[in-house]
């Protein structure tokens, strides 16, 4: 799989609210790989990569909250000044959009490991890995 | 199916003749039995001999709900206390609770009208009915419950809660009918969704819903959610319970039992009857009761009525859905907002679930704010924010032109607001009014 899952989770921009999402896949042994906020002054939008997303789907579900499961791609840079630029040229370059990214919190290597999200997901993976630039697959990136 | 067709397609002269013999016997009843209501007799300066057709019956005294509360318990009663079969009691939420009594001929009665609605509903001897209302102090379960029996129906008496169990016992035991609130439907048809079963594919046939107030644009997404007719049952335990008026199958009207519930719709602040088709507050009057008869009893629901003969046949009036309460309505810088309308107004938004709250807050010294609290449903969360931004702003949108007053719109977790097993808490007003 080229693509790994990513899990977008509604919530409301409270005290503490953020505090029991990760509680709750805490609980049932879920680990976060990688984590974002897009907020607004009212609601946010979690974005977790886990190690365990179908779990995490139905724990979330039990308990109340929405999610919604996206691909996304992780891609390999190298951990050095314009390691990252070098990635995202190649997509400015070839017409690619992207949506957003975020970093994982720890590495599988010596080099960065960061989510992309696209709206092309396929045409994506297809110009980076046409200009050598290293794709994650799930074992790796979740160190399944 | 017409339970009773002789009373529910009676002709408008004999209905009358039995109302208003019906009328002056109960008012020397009540007068002779309630020292309550001889003493608002008096006040007016008048007695039992008045009232000789029920074309009279605007000589009488209203009875508000107040007279029940400060007549707590039994005060209001019209027979001594060792007459009354059964008691029921709803919650008040100021005050004292509100407690009604019926004799054995008032359960009768209830099982009567009962019968009749759910056979107006749809419903036919040997229907499996799945009740999902309140047992107990709540007169929704019980009334039901003696309605189907009379008629024959087989009874599930589930009651309330346990939503996964309710799910089990239908595709089980594969219930034509269901009678529950109309947001349970709804809520059970979430639970279904997470389990993995298809709404649609439910056995409920014929759905009788009531006990709060409902919209057409509601009614729609049930019958569509869960393939099944809808229908409206209106009571209230101050008259009877369930089954003092309920919805044919062609859904133009709830069908007042007026040979036992005579209505008036009148003008809630004049206190003057208003034209028919016109909205205005139900008042009725029990022809039969023996226990607690009730003399013009204010509902504080306001619908409008019509006299007309129904497509079904029914020529007993017909009410609308209720269309607000004297008490629920909101005045919001001088605009009166009913909770229906931003139901109304939800619903015109593609995938919006009618689960709302409204919060009325006023800041000191600026003008009330209203703000309407929309949970998101999975149908219309995506992970983009922007996205998200629209939905809210096409829903504010959609309830400013409803009610012509500027609102603040909030998306909230699912599952968060108030709800459902009883009557939904669609407002809370923080202004400080007293």
Redesign the interface.
Known sequence: MKTIS?V?I???NTKGRLANVCGLLGDNNINIKALTI???P??G?L?VVLNDTEKAKKVL?EN???A?I?PVVAVEVSDTPGGLAKALKVLADNDINL?YMYGFVEKASEKALMVLKFDNVEKAIDILQKNNVSIVDDKVALGL | MIYNEAIECASRENLKNLQSERLVKVVKYIYDNSPVYKQKFNKLGITPTDIKSIDDITKLPFTPKEDLRDSYPFGLFSTDIKNVAEIHVSSGTTGNPTVVGYTKRDLNLWANVAARSIACAGGKRGDIIQISYGYGLFTGGLGLHYGALRLGATIIPAATGQTKRQIKLMQDFKPRIIACTPSYILYLAEEMKALGVDPRTSSWEVGIFGSEPWSIAMRDTIDKTLNMKATDIYGLSEICGPGVAQECTAREGLHIWSDFFYPEIIDPVTNQPVPEGQPGELVITTLTKQAIPLIRYRTRDIVAITYETCKCGRTVPRLSKIKGRTDDMIVVRGINVFPTQIEHALLQVDGALPNYQLIVDREDGSLDKLEVLVEVDEKFFTDELQALENIKATIKRAIDSTIGLGVNVRLVEPKTLARTEGKSKRVIDKRNLH
Request: hydrophobic share 40%.
């Open positions: 990513q977008s509604f919530i409301e897009a907020e607004t009212e609601f939008i974005r579900k109340g909250f929405i919604k996206a949506e």
